[in-house]
């Protein structure tokens, strides 16, 4: 197959040029040079050499990279040559083979020490690697130490960007750190050292770095959207805004802090106000295809489902690159305006990548909601998904046969795929889970206790068999522990204190029971957890706050089971 990813065809005129008749330059005559200024050497090209070049390009040009790199770099160290060399590295980069790379790289640079573009690249092939660090911050600072004005400034804004192949980034703080120092009379080092901190996740240092930035430069752009995405990590938004909106009352044509300014309106929740925003700055800039997509998820999170369809269809005839995430967006406006069969094709549109196994999914709930489940199911087993997603696809089947009251299908599902991964502690739950719907109690204890056994921290296995126990009125002493176990675990998990104050009322202590239902349904107003409370509250002669939270959670939860049997039993009588 044809590889698209470097222009090979460009590059024979590389060669085409190598591969001319070798001449010695007449006297008076200046010799060639590399880019940097260094002189070029004069080649007396070889039938080996000539073969070499030939094979790269013919290789390359055919897909095959890493003969095409391999050839490259043995021509690199016949030549010495550093247009040859450059190639090599460029050629071995895109064959993702970084010992080949680092190899052609140190030829480029080794003829041709001035090149900062090839120390700038061994550097990132290094770093990279994730080995040889020291070599890499030599790289680096000569870079910085050869350079001077504008491309000194350019250069400690670039260092971040060399580094961030590294996975290490508390490594890369310490680089930062070390390489800027000789610099801090200057704005962009501070800037860099923020960028950094910002990398670690150490935003409040990442603030402190960005402000001595802005001391020693004041009103500099860069750093003002940097600080204003800084104090949207750390939740201070309006801060944020604040500071964009002086900054633009100065500055009304930066398109860059415009941009952060309605980015910022989105962290605050005002999708109208952001939405309002990216709509003044596509009218600047018309053909922006990054505002045309901002204005079509803006629209979509106000509802405007004309104004976004548009826009998504705008940015997709754009070209934009995030093709599958606009077909999402719009299959998904089309299943929220009930175009069923819209959202069914569009979902079938998305190639392999992020989006693709929500898309999948997606479909499935489609087929079962149209009544086509059986079609859903077969969906789910024909789907091409990695490996390591098939699991959310067993998943999402067991939800739709559970949603179809076909339980003993589901367990049927599950106990299939444990077959395979018999220590999948989520699966042995949802398995247990399955088995309490289907009343089989004893099978529902055994999936429970291993989950405990696998999983000794899972608070939800030990509340699950507590709760089943204390809704059945049995071992209810032994309920209230594994509930205390599960409480131990999530503190402040509202079903598991739902599943204590039922305990509690079983064991007839209605009064210590109310106190966790009412923690539970302040944390959480879940239609089971009003179930539970309003029947304390009943019991306890609070009939009119019974049915008052009883009247609120069946306003938003009408089709709730528990809650529904609970009202009509109480109140029945």
Known sequence: MKHKLFPFVAGMTLTLALLAPA???????????????????????????????????????????????????HAAR?????????????????????????????????????????????????????????????????????????????????LNRALSPMQDKALVREIVERLTEPYL???PAHFARAQAYAGEADDLAALGA???????RPDWEPAVVLKSQLLVQLNAVQEALDLLGDYLTRHPDSRNAAIAHARSRVSAQDYAG??????????????????????AV????????????EHFRRALEAGHPERDAILFNLASIAERTRRTGDALALYREIAAGPHHLDAQIRIAHLLAEAGHLDAARAHLHQAEVEPDDRRRLIFTEVLLLRNAERTEEALQVIDKALLEAPEDADLLYEAGMLAERLDQLDRMEQYMRLVMEIEPDHAHAYNALGYTLAERGIRLEEA?????????????????LDSM???????????????????AYGIRSDPEIAAHLGEVLWTLGRRDEASGIWDAALRNAPDNAVLSETVQRLRGR
């Open 298 to 309: 803006m629209a979509t999170q106000t509802g405007d489902f004309v104004l976004a369809v």
């Open 210 to 216: 960005v402000d001595q930035a802005l001391r020693l």
């Open 274 to 295: 952001a939405l309002a925003e990216f709509r003044a700055l596509q009218a600047r800039y018309p053909d922006d295809i990054d505002l045309i997509y901002a204005v």
């Open 185 to 187: 009379m200057q704005a």
């Open 501 to 519: 104050g039922w305990v509690h009322f079983r064991r007839n202590q209605a009064e210590s029971a109310l106190d966790y239902l009412q923690r």
């Open 78 to 158: 016949q030549t010495l040559d550093p247009r040859i060399a450059r190639r090599a590295t460029e050629i071995a980069l895109v064959a993702r083979d970084m010992d080949s790379a680092a190899a052609a790289a140190r030829i480029w640079l080794d003829t041709d020490p001035a090149s900062e573009d090839a120390r700038r690249m061994l550097a990132g092939i290094l770093a990279t690697r994730g080995d040889q660090m020291n070599e890499v911050q030599i790289e680096l600072a000569r870079i910085l130490a050869n350079s001077e004005g504008q491309r000194l400034e350019q250069n400690l804004l670039g």
């Open 23 to 73: 001449t010695h330059a007449a006297p008076g005559d200046s010799p060639a040079t590399t880019e940097s200024g260094g002189v070029l050497p004069i080649q007396e090209l070889s039938s080996d050499v000539l073969f070499l070049i030939l094979l790269g390009e013919i290789a390359g040009s055919r897909g095959d990279l890493p003969v095409s790199a391999e050839a490259y770099l």
């Open 480 to 496: 209230e522990e594994l509930i205390i176990r599960a409480l131990e675990l999530a503190p402040d998990d509202p079903f598991i």
